[in-house]
Nanobody, 127 residues
Framework: QVQLVESGGGSVQAGGSLEPSCSYS????????MGWFRQAPGKEREGIAV???????TVSDSLKGRFSISRDSAKNTLFLQMNSLKPEDTAMYYC??????????????????????WGQGTQVTVS
């Protein structure tokens, strides 16, 4: 069974924090490479952060310092800690699983096509 279910989004004032989570079940035997993406209306899906099978974490340059990714492997749950939220962070937030990572010049190059499974998304609105 393959299932990814995001939760924990919502509305928050600028400067506030949220920590969406993603409950996952995938064919991966252990901890899959997983990531968080977001998509605002009319915009492309944007990579936020990834965590690989051994726990190495990478956050996109534009969000580093405000966003962080973590996982509770025992509970099959992925987290996205978001701090100092801004109105431009408003988007649908998606978790993705069973991915591969692409790097260019030492920096993560997010690609939707690198991840096989996706959740339905959770809405985050910052006002």
């Amino acid at each position: 069974q393959v299932q990814l279910v995001e939760s924990g989004g919502g509305s928050v004032q600028a400067g506030g924090s949220l920590e969406p989570s993603c409950s996952y079940s995938t064919p991966s035997a252990n901890s899959p490479c997983m990531g968080w993406f977001r998509q605002a209306p009319g915009k492309e899906r944007e990579g936020i952060a990834v965590i690989d099978s051994v726990g190495k974490r990478t956050v996109s340059d534009s969000l580093k310092g405000r966003f962080s990714i973590s996982r509770d492997s025992a509970k099959n749950t992925l987290f996205l800690q978001m701090n100092s939220l801004k109105p431009e962070d408003t988007a649908m937030y998606y978790c993705a699983s069973d991915g591969r990572l692409t790097f260019d010049g030492g920096r993560w190059r997010p690609a939707v096509s690198d991840f096989r499974y996706w959740g339905q998304g959770t809405q985050v609105t910052v006002s």
